[in-house]
């Protein structure tokens, strides 16, 4: 079926500037520090790569009212002693495998204990706890003091915290200058990827390209994740809220991505990978302001490309209806429009199937199915030649796509090519649609008359081939003279006369029109159609006499055969029945 993307918007979270709530360093980068040199991990490494934010010392035994999130807790161990000894007492041992329970409860970073003074040793069972927890148990040095730890671990964490706002500022300098310059979305990918070193891109919501950013090697990293298929769509809806990697995939480095939304519009996703290891300060809230940033920029194509593609549209229908003169007027007012028509084209005319009975309605905040539907037909057919018109008309979309040559087979191509580009990888809730191509015409006075072999082509192609049908004008035979007729009454009733029993809506007449048909198919030949049915020759004679007992003699009368043919023919493309 062929589909395009439909995909609801990500929620968006309003992030504020990087503050000491939100930067830290991992226990592993802390280790590194000059105050914490010589320090090892008693227990729970497994979490060493949790984050600290804030650093305090445990001088009481009920230190837990005042433990917080993210903190590197320092203790001599002598608060630890008032549950008991803990290397001699049930109750000690339970008493702080209990602590360690409770810190972890309370998402602390780290312990860090000074072993020998207070306490000798952490007890194994309290080591097995922390093990399994993942809560990093810290062994400091005997000469280290817990003034120089603080000072060292606050100096290291307000510094980073102080790179990151001014990365954020230098961030925000740079987009304001790309507004107030008029810069674009290449503009915005650029500044990004070079501000956060990451591979960055700007895309449509169903994850067309517009923009990318960063070095080569950054961007052959992105690309190695497997995560754009054969058309260079980026699959936004295989990566989930905040870049995460779906389950049972790693990525290494790391992947974020936001929404970009203006006015409740959902305009889009902004993603940057960083393969080396977390993108930097600010990360995400970059990316935020970026996207906001994005969003304006957006805007303002979306106003502009408004009036031109109106005042565009107009022209073209006028082409299309053939009253905008002649041949050489055409080519030449097209050609100030930048759009060339005066080279072999194709005519397609493509719309988006009705919604099928059940399925949700897209929420408000999206743009229309049809204006996603065209911007995704003009993307990808300006990708591949820039002067080739493409244009939304209220219920269609219309592409005068170039052919290298006159012959069918380069038409199929590039057809064919172009609605693949179009459809994607089928993901992300993608809707169905029909499209109808013309003949190669080498005249732009000819595109009229091409405009309207395509829609019939599209109208007798969904009749006939259903939802997401791609028809050519020269296929559609004997369908094109049936297309003609306008009233659907008159082809009813010309079915219903001619078939009569046959043409009701039973089993028993559906089997006898599949028998008809095939023996029609085979020029009458019964052996062959008894061989096509898996019937045996005996049976397929009886059926015989049945059908000409309902329509007459159409074995022996070649104009009755004629119409009980053209009879079946609309019944399979109007799908009509009598009452």
């Not at 060493?48 to 230190?63: G, K, L, Q, T």
């Not at 002693?81 to 041992?93: F, K, N, W």
């Not at 979309?397 to 590039?414: D, G, Y």
């Not at 080498?442 to 082509?457: P, Q």
Request: proline content about 6%; some cysteine; glycine content about 8%.
């Amino acid at each position: 079926m062929v589909t395009i993307a439909n995909e609801w918007p990500a929620t968006i979270v309003d992030l504020p500037l990087p503050d000491h709530t939100r930067l830290g360093m991992s226990v592993r980068d802390l280790m590194t520090l000059p105050c914490l040199a010589g320090t090892t991990v008693i227990a729970g490494a497994s979490g060493i790569d949790r984050v600290v934010r804030r650093v305090n010392v445990m001088e009481v035994p009920d230190i837990l009212p005042w433990v917080k999130p993210a903190e590197l807790l320092l203790t001599t161990g002598y608060p630890l002693r008032h549950s008991g000894d803990p290397a001699e007492s049930p109750a000690g041992v339970a008493a702080l495998v209990r602590l360690i329970t409770e810190l972890d409860a309370r998402e602390l970073a780290a312990v860090a204990i000074k072993l020998g003074r207070y306490l000798d040793e952490v007890p194994a069972p309290v080591r097995r706890v922390a093990d399994r927890l993942g809560l990093p148990l810290l062994r400091l040095p005997d000469g280290v003091a817990f003034d120089e730890v603080l000072s060292g671990v606050f100096t290291a964490l307000l510094d980073r915290q102080s790179r990151a706002l001014t990365r954020t500022d230098a961030l925000h300098r740079a987009l304001a200058a790309i507004v107030l310059e008029g810069g674009d979305l290449p503009q915005i990918a650029d500044e990004v990827a070079r501000l956060l070193d990451a591979a960055v891109l700007i895309c449509t919501p169903d994850g067309r390209v517009q923009a990318r950013g960063g070095r080569d090697e950054l961007q052959a990293a992105f690309a190695a994740l497997d995560r754009f298929d054969d058309t260079g769509r980026f699959r936004v809806e295989q990566v989930g809220a905040g870049g995460r990697a779906p389950a049972g995939e790693h990525w290494p480095g790391e992947l974020a991505m936001v929404s970009i939304v203006a006015g409740g519009t959902d305009h889009g996703r902004i993603a940057a990978y960083r393969p080396s290891g977390a993108l930097p300060p600010p990360g995400v809230q970059g990316l935020e302001r970026a996207a906001t940033v994005a969003a304006l920029a957006i805007t303002k194509q979306l106003a502009v490309s408004a009036v031109e593609s109106k005042f565009r549209g107009d022209y073209l229908r006028d082409v299309l209806d053939g009253s905008a003169g002649d041949a050489e007027a055409v080519v030449e007012h097209c050609r100030s429009l930048d759009w060339d028509v005066d080279r072999p084209l194709v005519v397609v005319v493509a719309e988006l199937n009705p919604d099928e009975p059940g399925q949700p309605a897209p929420p408000t905040a999206l743009r229309s199915p049809h204006e996603r539907f065209t911007a995704a037909w003009q993307q990808v057919v300006r990708t591949r030649d820039k002067a080739a018109p493409v244009v939304g008309f209220r219920q269609e979309v219309v592409a005068l796509l170039p052919v290298e040559s006159v012959s069918r087979e380069s038409a199929r191509q590039v057809v064919g090519e172009t609605v693949a580009a179009v459809t994607g990888d089928r993901g992300g809730g993608r809707r169905s649609f029909c499209a109808g191509v013309s003949r190669v015409v080498t005249d732009a006075g000819e595109l009229a008359e091409a405009y309207s072999a395509a829609r019939k082509a599209l109208a007798v192609g969904r009749r006939v081939g259903g939802r997401g049908s791609v028809s050519h004008f020269d296929d559609l035979g004997v369908y094109r003279l049936l297309s003609l007729v306008p009233d659907p009454g008159e082809l009813r009733l010309f079915a219903g006369e001619t078939l009569g029993e046959l043409a009701r809506d039973t089993s028993e007449a559906r089997d006898l029109r599949k028998t008809l048909q095939t023996l029609l198919d085979t020029n009458l030949n019964v052996a062959e159609t008894a061989r096509e049915l898996h019937f045996h020759y005996n049976t397929l004679r009886y059926r015989i006499t049945k059908l000409e007992r309902l329509v007459g003699p159409f074995t022996s009368d070649a104009h009755l055969r004629l119409n009980v043919s053209l009879a079946l023919q609309v019944m399979e493309m109007r799908g009509i029945v009598a009452p």
